[in-house]
């Protein structure tokens, strides 16, 4: 045939574009996946292992540490992503007044925090929530609190800490996203509306929200597989000596837990991938949840 | 304007600007910090202090500073630079040449996007450590070469590149890689260039990975050597502050100078 | 100059056949224009002769050489893309003289072709600009300086007035015209517009998924169309077609209450009872003729020099009358619309013309 010699000179053109990506793809990622896959049926410690079959998923429902890491994860996600969504909506809304004054300050202000390193700010957070810390005095100061809030100390205030402190890191970030999508909505729908008479709490609900659907859906989805993979904060900003999650592995996270696995004690390398596959499995599980939400409304 | 409508935009500006103040307080906390003794810190102090010059001295005794900070630069400045060629080349090709396999590996390629780093850790630990290459700075860049974010990043945005200039330039005689390079490239600059501060700040910012990979002081980066002062028995956080600040610094510059690029890159996978 | 040479050119897209076998003779220096509604092939096959697009099937020459393998760079071609395809990163200068940095041509002789071809184009104030400070305009004559520079054997233009602006176009028209008694090249020039077809072309080509219906002189192809289709594609407004039933030496038009035309000239061969479509241009209606139909205005367009009307009976279809100035019509009148019955176009049912 005359034009398949060009096809497969194209084709070949093709092939060496993608090659680098895919071959760096197949060493550091597909390798890497199927490996733990295949590890996550294997016990023993160090590089000694054996088959193990269903034993390290037996060992989950058994291991008082995982369930309390996985619990930590859930609570971390459940609670903090509908807040910082939430707010991040409102932020975006209330922006998006072109009469409102000191507009671009305000935008650069809220979005600013993600810009920090997650060790950096979590050092911040450490240093500012100190039990005579900044926030404590002020708090105190206020007459908002009767006597210093043990943020570090107290398992359910170690959470709240936890929690404020992603939404402090990434409510601005998530906020551009919102920003951006709200600024592409065509003005003349709201003209219209406005002209329909329909008053402007209901044009947020039944005209801003449903337009911002696709956005909301993505900044939902990559929230989650953000939380679900929690490290850095519950490694700096609850560490103490060294030892993150605490107090008493109140905000121990199943990434965190992963890694004491490997890294902390002696090394369990079976154990932790089968816990890795637990975090893989629920970033499908909710992800597809969420999809189907959506598509739904 | 009804009196309800005046309240409720006095309190949505009050909103504002408190969020706003919450944002960058840190920022100004550490920048005090920098100035105060550890107690002053630790006790809540907010005003400027007239321990700056001790905090640095301090700092530059204990760390090796230009040392951490030129693994640093080149961690983030490699990896961004090997990420730009390799990410750009695979969404061009996966976009300009269509096909029914390759197709179907972008699809298989979007799908590990959600595989969580968590799952590929241990492997990849075990796997450099197996050839000996922990605590290099290769280990530290190469998994983060081929992103696949990147790659679709970039193949979102060859959308936009007209295929008539292809066309045009095939027309005029150059061959695929020479219309990547003469033509794609310098007419993608802007893709490229808010690719480049996502890119830079991913991996100045890295923590996790690097924490694993490397095992020697000489080797550190900032943000590991901020982590690690922090979390010491007793952390001393007038010099924590300073080493704070030097890792944000870049960052934060970064992002004032090119604030609306920073933000396309931002934007970039959605469009 | 060189002509080109199609001989039963295909293209497959897998199974899907999009050019299914075209012959056609470029003659030298001769403009030839492909016609045809969207998705008919015409730019897949101005493609293909480009080097754009493989060749399934067939034989391509120019110049009397076979080029069905040969790279797009060497065929001898230039084209003017239908968005320009200028790159944006170089100034105008740079843009027109890549392709011969390409070619292995010397800075001195890129520098003297390139001026010559501004000369001709009125180029030379905007050499250093780059193409996003150009207007439309300008940088539709860029791209075709661009081509020129090359000197091509053969010009390909794709589409190019398609993004200008109504006054624009005409003016690019007409400079294209020039241009072709300028440089004597062979032109293959792809379009969806017929005015720009028939004021342009020596030649127009009428394609129809991935056929020719006909080839010829603009003229003939207005005058003397082979088939329904070509009747209906040449000519604006669009030729009106009436069905008819062949009935004691004369047509009834059975959707218009069986109002009767005397037979054409051409008709005499057909059948009692056999079923046609007569085709009538809205300007045969203008000089009058011994047949007429009556008929109720239902909307007049006046547009100063020329005046139509569209006109029905019953259901049936409108049909379009042009009227001279028309001014003393109205809508809502009956009329009585005359025409001559031997200027009249006859087509079987498949759309064949009846000769």
Redesign the interface.
Known sequence: MAGSRADLR??L??????A??????GL??????L??LY?SFQTGKGMNFKFGGMSNIYRLTQDPVFLRALSNTMVFLVVQVPIMIV?SL??AA??N?PK???RA??R??????C??????????????F?I???????LLFLHIISEPIRWMIDPFWAKVLIIMAIT?RW???NM??YL?AMQNIDPSIYEAARIDGVP?RARFFKITIPMLK??IL?TTVLST?GT??L??EV??IT????I?GGPADSTLT??LY??NL??RFMPS?GY??TV??V??IL??IL?WVQFQVAKDR | MSLF?RLFSLL??A???L??????F??Y??IA?ATNTAND??????TLGTNLIPNITKFFELVDVPLVFFNSLVVAIGGTVLTL???S??G???E??R?KT?DR?FGG?LL?L??????????????FSGVGLMNTYFAII??G??S?FM?FYFRQNTKAF?S??R????????Q?W?I?LR?YM??M?STYAAAMIILF?TN??A??WPL?VLQTNDMKTI??V???L????T?D?GL??VA?VL??LP??L??FLL?RRF?EG??GG?K | MSGLKLTGLRKNYGAHQVIKGVDLVVEPKEFVVFVGPSGCGKSTLL?MI???EEISGGDLTIGGVRMNEV????RG???V?????L???MTVRENMG??LK??GESAANIARRVNEAAKILELHKLMDRKPRDLSGGQRQRVAIGRAIVRHPEVFLFDEPLSNLDAELRVQMRIEIARLHKELQTTIIYVTHDQVEAMTLADKIVVLREGLIEQTGAPLTLYDDPDNQFVAGFIGSPRMNFLPAVVKNGALTLPEYDGQVIPMPPVAAKLAEGAEVTVGIRPEHFRTGGSASLDLTIELIEHLGGESFAYARQGKANVITIATGTGRNWASGERIQATFDPASVLLFTAQGARVR
Do not use: C
């Open positions: 194209a084709n053109t093709g092939w060496a574009f993608v680098p990506a895919l071959t760096l793809l550091f990622m597909a390798y890497p996946i490996w733990s590890m707010l409102l932020f209330a922006l007044n409102l004054r000191g300050i305000l650069t202000a809220i979005f600013l925090p810009v920090t390193s997650l060790v950096a700010y979590s050092v911040l957070f450490k240093s500012m100190a005579d810390g900044v926030v404590n005095d002020s402090w409510a601005g970030y551009v996203f951006a402007a696709p956005v993505f597989i679900l993979q490290f850095d490694n700096t560490a103490s000596q060294g993150g199943l990434s992963i890694y490997t890294f390398f932790a991938a890795s596959w975090i893989v970033v499908g992800s | 409508s949505t500006q909103m504002l600007w969020a706003a103040f919450i944002s960058v840190p920022f906390w550490m910090g810190i630790t006790g809540g102090k907010f060629i390799v990410a080349l695979a061009y090709g996966f300009m040449f096909s390759r590996i390629l590990m959600s595989v969580p780093f968590a799952a590929m850790m241990i492997p990849l630990f075990v796997m190469a998994p070469i081929a696949i790659i007209p008539e200039l066309d045009a330039a095939r027309m005029d005689g150059l695929e020479q990547f033509i310098p007419v600059r700040m100045w910012n923590y996790l694993i943000q590991l901020v982590a690690s922090a979390t010491a028995y952390p956080y924590i502050m704070n890792a944000t960052t934060i970064v992002f604030q933000v931002m934007l959605v | 493609r480009a080097g754009l790279d797009a760079s060497k071609i230039a084209m893309f239908q968005s320009y395809a790159y944006p990163h890549f392709a390409y070619a």
